[in-house]
């Protein structure tokens, strides 16, 4: 490079470094000359851009703190906690701590999608499928109570309330499962199925056809014999006995129409009695 160059180039570089300077400078006074101001909502004067209260109306102004705004909401949601714990003996479920499953089960119980999973393991493990309808019974401040039953157990159960399940609160865990006096789940563990306390469908059918044979043939005239509908009849199965009950109007010796109520009832497959009752004279 020859020496005219070199002392072009030694040249231009403080003209360069001028400009940058100055550019900064130029920015830092544009800054410097913002306006600091505001115009306020209400008398649409200028104001200080910090003010709080307008200093021409004295309006305040919108703003604030806006970590107050934030803590707000949280305060009055663990105080509302606080409060229902204290009097209603349940908790507030907050909406930033927990997430509820949306289903039946998870709504009803306030399970999050894990605790629900672990709930429906127990109910399939006692013989539960598919969970239908769900009831608080009693509602404490460490467990609660809820009547449940499902799809297949519901259309057998004769009796409100027949199954239990209680919840432990904090955890939000099964505690026990009780069908009327039986224990189904407790210290964690399965005692017996809920299954083993009602009939299914072809065992009730088995049932209504042998009570249907021994009714007509305690009849005098078993051809009139008019039986109600199976939606009538009640089953309940406790231990080895099996009770069947129902009503039959039929015509007596007399020629008369009346109508019985029966109770008969089987040991595994036998009959062992068959009661009749009369509840009233057929029109």
């Known amino acids: 490079m020859s020496e005219k160059e070199t002392n072009q180039t030694t ?52 703003g604030g703190n806006k970590l107050l705004l934030i803590l707000v909401p949280i305060i009055v949601l663990l105080a509302a906690t606080s409060v229902s714990i204290a009097v209603f003996s349940f908790p507030v479920a907050l909406p930033f701590l927990s997430s509820v499953s949306d289903t039946m089960l998870g709504q009803a119980m306030g399970l999050s999608a894990k605790q629900e999973e ?6 399939s493990e006692c013989g539960f499928q598919e969970v239908s309808e769900i009831r608080t019974v009693k509602a404490g401040s460490k467990r609660t109570s809820y009547a449940v039953s499902d799809e ?3 259309r057998f159960m004769d009796v409100e309330d027949a ?19 039986h224990d189904i789940y407790t210290n964690g563990r399965v005692v017996s199925k809920v299954t083993d306390y009602y009939l299914g469908p ?5 049932y209504l056809s042998a009570t249907l044979s021994a009714v007509r043939g305690r009849l005098t005239f078993p051809e009139t014999a008019v039986f109600p509908s199976k939606s009538n ?18 015509k007596d010796g007399t020629g008369k129409e009346t109508t019985q109520a029966f109770r008969a009832q089987f040991t595994g497959d036998e009959l062992t009695s068959l009661e009749f009752n009369e509840v009233g004279n057929a029109e």
């Open 233 to 250: 009849w009640s089953y309940t199965l406790e231990e080895e006995t099996v009770t069947v009950q129902s009503t039959v109007t039929a």
């Open 118 to 123: 672990a709930v429906l393991a127990v109910l």
């Open 163 to 181: 199954i239990v399940v209680q919840m432990l609160n904090e955890t939000k865990t099964v505690e026990s499962i009780t069908f009327l006096e």
């Open 11 to 62: 040249e231009e570089k403080p003209k360069k470094g001028k400009k940058e300077k100055k550019g900064k400078k130029e920015k830092k006074e544009k800054k410097e000359k913002a306006p600091q101001v505001k115009i306020c909502p209400n008398c649409e004067a200028e104001i200080p851009k910090k003010a709080k209260v307008c200093p021409n109306c004295e309006a305040k102004q919108k």
């Open 202 to 206: 072809e065992q009730r059918d088995e």
């Open 152 to 154: 297949a157990t519901e």
